[in-house]
């Protein structure tokens, strides 16, 4: 089976942001930028599934602009077999992101989606779903295991009491989880050999989407900031202090 | 003006999170009605009518929504939509997974985990694990939203809503369930809990989680984790507090072996007190923590619960 892997471009993991001054968003300029580790988790996914015999072929698709396609080189060097670049400067939309999949879907015509289950810039959690609802087709988000069953798929899912399972009709949609599996690094001279890869290079107008954002951003701002406190020295005065708060006793 | 807030409960009780959520639809203004869908479900819509400031409760009793599963409820929720200008569903593990179906399937651009309602089109909600608040307001004719449960408080009860009983809407049929493993626990669920000892890498094994559970009985609490000791497999994944896990903000969290990483942060830092267990006095959780214990955890916790007895816990 084919199998599509959106990828996003977002600021690394490991900074830490700081809000713009004139509180229009965050600062982006030199900061260091990297795929999204859930996207990561999905391209790895897909790897794991053609290395087992199960998928055929791995395409990986970024709405972004021109540097998204760093990402997608990085996807390439993963494993992935060849790249869709929707490029745009514009902010898009969770939404219109899933317009735009759904069209490239349509296009391609992949039996399986993996879509990280949120992006960590703008925290979202909705582009799987959305998709999955545009195509009519099953969701197994916030997955922790994903197995071919035939002509179906069995999905174990993070939930709030534990884990579940569900089994979907393919074609179908999956969002991974944090403990799906470890992304691969790649090595150099898949590196190397990524730079050969074909990537297509598309617009939002080629799959006629409109992306005027639905959601305007009036301001963006810092987070109440919270004081750093104090240390004690013993177990025994730290249940005092706790007695004092009144949180305990 | 008229909201919809679809509860979330597991068929036989109704979860707090739903209060907390008419809470926030209380604040947009107009009416709120609560959706229960589910499966034997009758004793939460009894429950749901008892929340104040709710005008009327929706049950959908049928055995395809009895495991909350996406397609069905989707179907549902959309089915009833037309009748309301607000949909808002709590940010637990099932608002996150139906309520981006609704949104898409209506053509709307869905408000995720929204911390303050600023007015009936204009709220606040957390980017960049929380680094970030971001002010938005939808020209979406109806706001679709989850709400983090941590920033409003539960509505209180005294409400006598009327209950009635709708059909189901036809299931898509293109998923069905096969089972589930839930944790078991007496101990309170993190979403609730006052009181939250919770450990991470420097735990070292699941086997050491015991030394927690103590501290946790005498005190009532929930046991959680970092992402680090759910990864190493020393307890369930639902245990996991931060970004991507659980968002808790209870009345007290003990951080153990925890450094402190912005995307742990992002899950409890809105705790009223914080204290942090840590060998290393530079871990960056003590930036947040209000007391502070530079310690090797293996004596600290011990000593504590110990500390703990003598205060008659
Ligand atoms: C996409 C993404 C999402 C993430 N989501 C989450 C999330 O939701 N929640 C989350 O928690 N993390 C999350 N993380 C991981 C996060 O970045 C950190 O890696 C993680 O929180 C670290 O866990 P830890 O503090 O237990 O481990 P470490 O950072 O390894 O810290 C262990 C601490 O234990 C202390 N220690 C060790 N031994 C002892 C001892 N004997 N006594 C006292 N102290 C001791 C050490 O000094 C250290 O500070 C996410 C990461 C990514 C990339």
């Known amino acids: 089976m084919k199998v599509l892997v959106p990828v996003k471009r977002v600021i690394d993991y490991n900074v830490k942001v700081r809000v713009k001054a004139d509180q229009s968003g965050v600062e982006l300029a030199n900061v260091k930028m990297s795929m999204n580790p859930f996207d990561e988790i999905s391209v790895e996914e897909a790897i794991r599934l053609k290395e087992a015999g199960t998928a055929t072929e791995i395409v990986v698709v970024t709405v972004g602009p021109q540097q998204a396609q760093e990402t997608l080189r990085t996807a390439l060097a993963m494993g992935a077999d060849r790249g869709i670049h929707v490029k745009t400067d514009a902010e898009v939309e969770p939404l219109a992101v899933a317009k735009i999949l759904k069209a490239v879907a349509g296009e391609e015509s992949p039996e399986l989606i993996i879509v990280g289950k949120q992006a960590i810039d703008d925290d979202s959690n909705q582009t799987g779903q959305m998709l999955s609802a545009l195509l009519g087709w099953p969701q197994g988000t916030f997955a922790s295991k994903v197995e071919k069953d035939g002509d179906k798929l069995n999905v174990t899912r993070e939930i709030d009491g534990g884990l579940q399972t569900i089994k979907l009709n393919l074609p179908a949609v999956v969002t991974s989880d944090l403990r799906l599996n470890e992304p691969r690094y790649a090595s150099l001279p898949n590196i190397m050999k990524a730079k050969k890869k074909p990537i297509d290079a598309k617009t939002p107008e080629d799959y006629s989407v409109d992306l005027t954002p639905r959601l305007q951003v009036q301001k963006v701002t810092e987070p109440a900031e919270r004081q750093a406190g104090i240390k004690v020295e013993t177990a025994a005065e730290l249940v005092a202090k706790l007695k004092e708060a009144g949180v305990i006793g | ?313």
């Open chain 2, 1 to 313: 003006m008229t909201s919809l807030v679809i509860a979330e409960h597991d068929n036989a009780e109704l979860n707090d999170a739903t209060a907390k959520a008419v809470t926030a639809a209380v604040a947009l203004g107009g009416d709120v009605n609560i959706l229960v869908a589910g499966e034997g479900c009758a004793a939460v819509g009894e429950a749901a009518a008892k929340i104040a400031g709710v005008a009327k409760v929706l049950v959908a009793d049928d055995a395809q929504y009895g495991k909350q599963m996406a397609e069905p409820v989707a179907a549902l929720i959309v089915s009833l939509a037309g009748d309301y200008d607000a949909i808002v569903y709590p940010a637990t593990t099932n608002g996150k997974n139906i309520t981006p179906r609704v949104a898409a399937l209506l053509d709307v651009m869905q408000l995720s985990e929204v911390t303050a309602v600023v007015s009936a089109d204009t709220f606040e909600r957390p980017i960049y694990a929380g680094n970030a608040i971001q002010t938005v307001k939808s020209s979406d004719a109806k706001k679709i939203m989850t709400v983090r449960t941590t920033a409003f408080a539960a509505a209180g009860d005294g409400g006598s809503a009327t209950v009635e009983a709708i059909s189901a809407a036809e299931n898509p049929g293109i998923s069905e369930y096969v089972s589930e493993e839930l944790t078991k626990s007496d101990r309170p669920e993190l979403a609730s809990a006052k009181i939250i000892i919770s450990g991470g890498r420097g735990m070292q094994s699941g086997d050491n989680f015991p030394m927690l559970e103590k501290i946790a009985d005498k005190l009532g609490a929930g046991v959680g984790a970092s992402r680090a000791a759910v990864d190493a497999g020393f307890v369930p994944n639902d245990y996991q507090i931060g970004q991507t896990g659980k968002v808790v903000a209870p009345e007290l969290y003990i951080a153990v072996g925890i450094s402190g990483a912005i995307q742990h942060l992002a899950g409890m830092k809105d705790s009223k007190v914080i204290v942090a267990i840590n060998k290393d006095e530079e871990a960056p959780i003590f930036q947040v923590a209000d007391f502070g214990l530079v310690a090797d955890l293996f004596n600290a916790v011990p000593e504590l619960e110990e500390e703990l007895g003598k205060i008659g816990l």
